[in-house]
């Protein structure tokens, strides 16, 4: 309910008692209301025919000769939503419910006193004001699924929404018709029945993917509701909750079955490394020369030179990507889809450049393996271990060193957490005027010599075991144990 625009609520006073109305209306402009008042229900509809401006209507059931009350209520909303609180000098069962059939805002006796009268005003205003919210709501999400059902059923695509117990919650008329279904058919329908039992084989790993969590692309070639087979780009989506709970997945499927790019040639490190001569590879769809999948998921990956040629740009491969020759061997390959464009501009034509990188990825795999295994030794050492590296001043003398990285055993012996020793300086980290051992620590790196250290170290309090050893160009480690508890004379 909108308020004037002085900030006070206009209510319409309906009343055929000229002294009860005039004294009604001064007690509620004394609470702050604006009133109008009339003493006929014509008075009172051609307020609302003409627009005038109000929030509420207090409306008397008994106006005398003519119209009364509840048949100008009923025409007032016939006019325009406004809430109306009647008043009456009746509480009989009869006429309650008579008012109640029109609307439900209050329904006062003319005795309940101003307090009364202005707590039942307030109340519904506010009942108004959330019931317009609640159409307002209902109306804006009414139109918002109008627009997506709008999009949905104009896509060039095969929409559906599955549930996570396999069941179809939705899908828009293209995807029903490819399966000879009507959409209103397969609402809670068991999706691994309408596939039928060998597509869905195919299907099922995916599906398991995607409800795990993992967006799958994938293509699969099967028959339309008239029996011609199709090839289908399929992608699953899945619809995670914020607690991680994935509630079903959305399936996309587009058919590109007159779009599948087809080999009209290739070279020999092409012939060799898919085992496909040229000769038999001329002509055959690309999906079945260059089979590609994902090594870590075994899902099948969607070649990029059809999506370089669909999205007019250069498109590469992921760096998990093997190609299955056609002699079964398995290559990891690094490939990348550009488009050839026409005189017209048009894009009909596509080049594929692909190595293999065997080698390479295995190189680059033990790498990753040997760093996961020297990170979980650093993290889980019974030593303190730190990397350092020195901080010099326009002459090259070293003047304090910064923490680089360290372990979470050096965490627990200095008590700081490693988000706030990372990237600070040992001066400002130990709350000394001068970095601990700098000299020392700082000749390891001048001479490219480990050195050991025995010390009581006052900030803390404790005695320590520090070997100091180079790393990197500028840097030093140091490996430290608190030998605070350790009995006199056994390091």
């Known amino acids: 309910m909108e308020s004037t625009a002085t900030g006070r609520r206009t209510l319409l006073l309906v009343e055929d008692e000229a002294?009860?109305?005039?004294?009604q209306a001064e007690r509620l402009r004394h609470r702050g209301y604006e009133v109008i008042?009339?003493?006929?229900?014509d008075e009172a509809l051609a307020v609302v025919r003409d627009n005038r401006k109000v929030d509420l209507v207090l409306l008397d059931i008994d106006l005398g000769r003519g119209m009364d009350g509840t048949e100008a209520a009923t025409r007032m909303l016939g006019m325009c939503d406004l809430p109306i609180v009647f008043l009456s000098s009746h509480c009989e069962r009869?006429?309650?419910?008579?008012?109640?059939r029109i609307t439900s805002f209050g329904y006062i006796l003319k005795t309940a006193g101003e307090t009364v009268l202005d707590a039942s005003i307030k109340m519904a205003s506010r009942l108004y004001d959330s019931q317009r919210r609640l159409q307002e709501s209902e109306a804006a999400l009414l139109q918002q699924q109008r627009t997506l059902s709008l999009v949905l059923e104009n896509l060039p695509a095969m929409v559906a929404y599955i549930g996570a117990d396999e069941r179809y919650i939705y899908t828009n008329s293209r995807y029903a018709a490819h399966f000879g279904f009507d959409a209103a058919v397969l609402a809670q329908e068991d999706s691994r029945e309408v596939p039928g039992p060998e597509l869905y084989s195919d299907l099922s790993h995916h599906v398991r993917s995607a409800l795990s969590g993992a967006r799958v692309s994938f293509e699969q070639v099967r028959p339309?509701?008239?029996?011609?087979e199709r090839t289908i780009f399929v992608t699953y989506v899945p619809d995670v909750r914020h607690d991680g709970f994935v509630r079903g997945f959305f399936s996309v499927g587009v058919d590109i079955t007159d779009r599948r790019a087809r080999v009209p040639g290739m070279n020999p490190v092409a012939e060799r490394l898919t085992e496909w001569p040229a000769g038999a590879a001329q002509g055959t769809d690309l999906s079945a020369v260059f089979p590609i999948v994902d090594n870590r998921t075994g899902v099948q990956t969607s070649n990029p030179l059809v999506g370089a040629m669909d999205k007019n740009r250069i498109l590469a491969l992921s760096n998990h990507t093997v190609l299955l020759a056609r002699d079964g061997v398995r290559r990891h390959v690094a490939d990348s889809g550009a488009p050839i464009h026409g005189p017209t501009g048009s894009v009909d034509v596509g080049v594929m450049v692909f190595r293999?990188?065997?080698?390479?990825y295995q190189v680059r795999m033990r790498l990753e393996t040997s760093e996961r295994q020297l990170r979980s030794l650093f993290e889980n050492m019974a030593e303190g271990v730190v990397l350092h590296e020195?901080?010099?001043?326009?002459?090259?003398?070293?003047?304090?060193?910064?923490?680089?990285?360290c372990n979470l055993r050096f965490e627990e012996i200095i008590g700081i957490p490693r988000e706030?020793?990372?990237?600070?300086?040992?001066?400002?980290?130990?709350?000394?005027?001068?970095?601990?051992?700098?000299?020392?620590?700082?000749?390891?790196?001048?001479?490219?010599?480990?050195?050991?250290?025995?010390?009581?170290?006052?900030p803390m309090g404790r005695d320590f075991s520090i070997s100091c050893i180079p790393w990197e160009k500028n840097g030093f480690a140091t490996v430290l144990t608190d030998i605070t508890e350790l009995a006199p004379g056994v390091v």
């Open 224 to 228: 339309d509701s008239s029996g011609s």
């Open 420 to 458: 706030r020793a990372i990237g600070s300086l040992a001066t400002r980290l130990y709350e000394t005027s001068e970095a601990p051992y700098l000299a020392e620590c700082s000749a390891v790196v001048r001479t490219g010599r480990p050195i050991r250290l025995q010390t009581f170290f006052e």
């Open 356 to 360: 293999d990188v065997s080698e390479e």
């Open 37 to 41: 008042t009339v003493l006929t229900a």
């Open 94 to 100: 009869e006429i309650v419910e008579r008012t109640e």
């Open 390 to 405: 020195l901080v010099e001043d326009e002459s090259g003398n070293a003047t304090d060193y910064r923490i680089v990285d």
């Open 19 to 23: 002294i009860i109305a005039l004294a």
